[in-house]
């Protein structure tokens, strides 16, 4: 009987340390997935407060809209460092602001970040806050919060399979991923479940819980369409339960592993009108 | 006997297991509430329907709303857009693609003394940025004013509407590999400093309207040919202005005029710079990760005047005075660290021979000095991670040896200005205060801004200013009774 016990319990310990050793590798796979070295893009954020019409939730007022050119390049020996520009197209009243980033893997590393006014015509550098605490702000005030934008690193959280189903007709796993004590700190969540593609290694749906373990946002990823050989979810739905407001973000337009000049990604683009449009012009003609 | 004892179990577990899995794929059961389900975002139309039937998050949902796919709207919309591409007008493609239009209309009201209309005035503003070639931009920035009856300046002018435009900017800029030449009336800006003017002394500013017009609406291009340069050891910056503009200042009889006694006794003659009084200077600036560091150098014309007693006309037997716009020489810095949640900047001038106003009432003697002087600005920005940010500046003029005989001039000027800005409403109201305090005068002021993006594109601003002032002897004395109200409607398009 001894025997048969400790075989038993020998098997779910392997299972499970198995288990969560494949949860991390399928992260890995979904984190090092390949995602384009550049992407250039034109970016639709749509925002509402929604309410339930029936069956289906339905924008209670007008949406706010932001379109924006984006244009990133990766850098670094794993393509985790990114640097990106972003000009706002729309609305007519934020038409010319530009944003220069800098992320970079490094643990440390705080994100550099340059806003370009141009009613005001200077370059300024922007705090992006305190690492060691969550970050409240939004995303050009859409339900993106900036965590929600940020690339995940694998060491951050631990991670288990919660079991498998089909989702959108798609096998999946449903992953559970929790961050470590130093990633903690500095979140707005407390868990992450994921429903990542058996096949494809992206996910399609992840469920985000508050510091209070409290159910907080879904987003969905939608449209997903191989672009220049790669995987890319052309639009995704994020959905606030708190704040009951949602935000569409479309890929409208994009190109991926096109060739980015350095000097784009500087501030030489914020500032050198004719060098920023003439590029652009000639980015935007790869666009899809 | 022992194994038959525990097959059993063990097929029951492998069955327990089987049906667990079996059933996570009729019904989620790691999402209990699944059942959202959304109308399409109906003005993005550039995914087409099609993609909903092969790849939707919400195909299994019946979450795709066919009706609001090709609703009327969306079908305005891709009329719109493909006339737009269909169009070969160049300027109804560009010209009009690359314009903002802004309609604004504003008032104000005086709150110290009996409430009263100070401003109130509609606008529109245009705004042209577009790529004429690959190698052209033009950017143009006009404004075009109608002030009604009650308007201070309608009033200083005694009409029943007063219309005035302004031109702030008008440019051709052309581009090259490693620079780019720009001619044209052009506004620059200089410094990391939001209130005390340290080195930021290239483009004029409109002060008709007192500390009421915000910074980035006060300046005014000027004509200009400039180029930058861009290379691996950072980025200069380098102007030749032939004929510098000079502050706008208040126009007499209007809100903010400074009354002088006596002044109709006086002839007062502007000597402003002309073709033959040419302003120049070079800025370099480079950034090293979490540093910006810019050093600049110029020689130029003051934006203000000096008053200069001439001689005396003879023929209308009054003293004629001349306000004249002196040259110096500036060398300055300006830099910027950022760290964590906080940002720390300095920024600092020498201006060599700057021109101070003189009034020396016994001898009559009204001109000015020249002195050496240094300014200096810090300043802390701190970003509360979204939740509210907070900034300080305390900047201070240093003026060497005698002052006696300097009006509206303390040996040291200090002043401290701070702001606390949040925003509320997922980031479509935005509240701001601001608090000025000057040190040596203790004059100060408090202002309370309001701005709300009631849609995109239609904006509200509303602000109340009070003032709170001490010494007698100041400039600003004279501002005393000016707490406003004032409230701005924008439309952009």
Redesign the interface.
């Given at each position: 009987?001894k025997k048969?016990l400790s075989t038993?319990i020998l098997s779910l310990f392997i299972i499970s340390s198995s288990n969560a050793q494949d949860a991390k590798d399928i992260m890995r796979k979904v984190i090092d997935r390949n995602d384009g070295t550049t992407e250039i893009s034109r970016v639709?954020l749509?925002?509402c407060r929604?309410i339930k019409n029936g069956?289906?939730?339905?924008?209670a007022d007008?949406?706010?809209?932001k379109v924006l050119d984006m244009v990133r390049k990766d850098y670094g020996p794993n393509e985790k460092d990114h640097k990106s520009v972003s000009i706002i197209i729309?609305?007519?009243?934020e038409?010319?602001i530009g944003f220069l980033q800098y992320d970079y893997e490094k643990r440390d590393q705080?994100t550099?970040q340059w806003l370009y006014?141009?009613?005001?015509?200077?370059v300024k550098?922007?705090?992006?806050?305190?690492?060691n605490?969550?970050?409240?702000?939004?995303f050009?005030?859409t339900e993106f919060s900036?965590e929600d934008m940020e690339s995940i690193r694998l060491e951050d959280y631990s991670y288990k399979i919660?079991?498998?189903?089909?989702?959108?007709?798609h096998a999946c796993w449903?992953i559970e991923s929790i961050p470590e004590k130093k990633r903690a700190r500095k979140s707005n969540y407390s868990k992450i479940?994921d429903w990542i593609d058996k096949k494809r290694y992206i996910a399609?749906?992840s469920?985000l819980f508050n510091r209070q373990g409290k159910?907080v946002k879904?987003i969905?990823?939608?449209?997903?369409?191989i672009i220049d050989n790669i995987l890319v979810a052309?639009?995704i739905?994020v959905?606030n339960l708190e704040?009951k407001?949602?935000t569409?973000l479309?890929y409208?337009?994009i190109a991926l592993n096109k060739e980015v000049q350095d000097?784009f990604l500087t501030?030489?683009t914020l500032?050198?009108?004719?060098?920023r449009?003439?590029t652009l012009?000639k980015y935007q003609s790869y666009l899809k | 006997m022992?194994n038959l004892f525990?097959y059993p179990i063990?097929v029951f577990l492998l069955i327990t297991l089987i049906a667990?899995?079996a059933s996570?794929?009729a019904q989620?059961?790691?999402?209990s509430?699944d059942d959202?389900?959304?109308?399409?975002?109906e003005?993005?139309h550039?995914?087409s329907d099609e993609?909903?039937d092969t790849?939707?998050?919400?195909?299994?949902d019946a979450?795709i709303?066919d009706d609001a796919v090709f609703s009327d709207e969306v079908l305005f919309q891709e009329e719109r857009q493909t006339k737009n591409e269909h169009a070969d007008s160049w300027y109804h493609n560009q010209i009009l693609k690359d314009s903002?239009f802004t309609l604004g209309y504003d008032f104000s009201n005086n709150l110290a003394l009996k409430p009263s209309f100070v401003t109130h005035d509609t606008y529109l503003r245009s705004e042209i940025?577009?790529?004429l070639t690959?190698?052209?931009?033009f950017?143009f920035d006009g404004r075009t004013n109608l002030l009604f009856d009650n308007d201070h300046r309608t009033q200083a002018h005694n009409k029943s509407i007063f219309i005035n435009s302004n031109l702030r900017e008008l440019f051709f800029?052309?581009?090259f590999d490693q620079f780019?030449i720009t001619v044209g009336r052009q506004?620059?800006?200089w410094g990391k400093a939001d209130t005390q003017i340290i080195t930021d002394v290239v483009s004029l500013r409109d002060n008709s309207d007192f500390i009421f017009i915000k910074?980035?609406?006060s300046?005014f291009g000027q004509l200009m040919l400039s180029s930058?340069i861009?290379t691996q050891w950072g980025?200069l910056f380098i102007f030749v202005s032939p004929k510098p503009l000079t502050d706008n200042e208040p126009d007499q009889d209007t809100q903010y005029y400074i009354e002088i006694p006596g002044l109709d006794q006086i002839i007062i003659i502007d000597d402003k710079p002309t073709y033959a009084d040419t302003e120049f200077g070079i800025r370099w600036k480079k950034?090293w990760?979490?540093i910006?560091l810019s050093l600049m150098a110029g020689y130029f014309f003051d934006n203000t005047s000096i008053y200069h007693f001439s001689r005396i006309d003879l023929v209308q037997r009054k003293p004629i005075i001349e306000k004249i716009y002196h040259p110096y020489e500036m060398i300055g810095m300006a830099a910027?660290y950022?760290?964590?949640?906080?940002?720390f900047k300095i920024e600092t001038a020498y201006k060599n021979r700057l021109s101070l106003q003189k009034v020396d009432a016994v001898n009559f003697d009204i001109g000015a000095i020249e002195k050496n002087i240094v300014d200096i600005g810090l300043g802390i920005?701190?970003?509360?991670?979204?939740?509210y940010?907070i900034s300080g500046e305390i900047s201070n003029r240093f003026i060497p040896g005698a002052t006696n005989h300097l009006i509206f001039t303390n040996k040291d000027s200090t002043s401290i200005y701070t702001t606390f800005t949040k925003?509320f409403l997922?980031?479509?109201l935005m509240l701001e205060y601001i608090f000025f305090y000057h040190v040596q005068e203790q004059n100060n002021f408090h202002q309370f801004r309001l701005t709300h993006?009631i849609?995109?594109?239609f904006?509200m601003i509303s602000s109340c200013t009070f003032f709170s002032m001490k010494d007698k002897e100041s400039l600003l004395w004279f501002y005393r009774n000016e707490d406003r109200l004032s409230v701005t409607f924008?439309y952009?398009?």
């Open positions: 009987m048969y038993i639709r749509s925002t929604v069956q289906k939730y339905v924008c007008t949406p706010r809209v729309e609305p007519a009243s038409k010319g705080d550099d006014l141009s009613a005001l015509g200077k550098r922007i705090v992006s806050g305190n690492e605490e969550p970050k409240t702000g939004s050009f005030g900036y919660l079991g498998s189903e089909t989702y959108r007709k449903v479940m399609h749906k469920i159910k879904k969905y990823n939608n449209h997903i369409e052309r639009k739905l959905f704040t407001r949602r569409y479309t409208e337009k000097i501030q030489r500032t050198d009108s004719v060098f449009e003439s012009k | 022992n525990f063990i667990f899995s996570t794929h989620s059961i790691f999402d509430d959202l389900i959304f109308e399409p975002d003005n993005s550039v995914l993609r909903f790849d939707s998050a919400f195909d299994d979450i709303d903002r940025q577009t790529l690959d190698k052209l931009f950017q800029q052309m581009g780019n506004i620059v800006v910074l980035e609406d300046r930058d861009y980025n950034n990760d979490k910006d910027s950022v760290s964590g949640a906080y940002l920005e701190y970003n509360a991670n979204g939740r940010q925003d997922n980031d479509t993006d849609t995109d594109n904006q924008q952009y398009f």
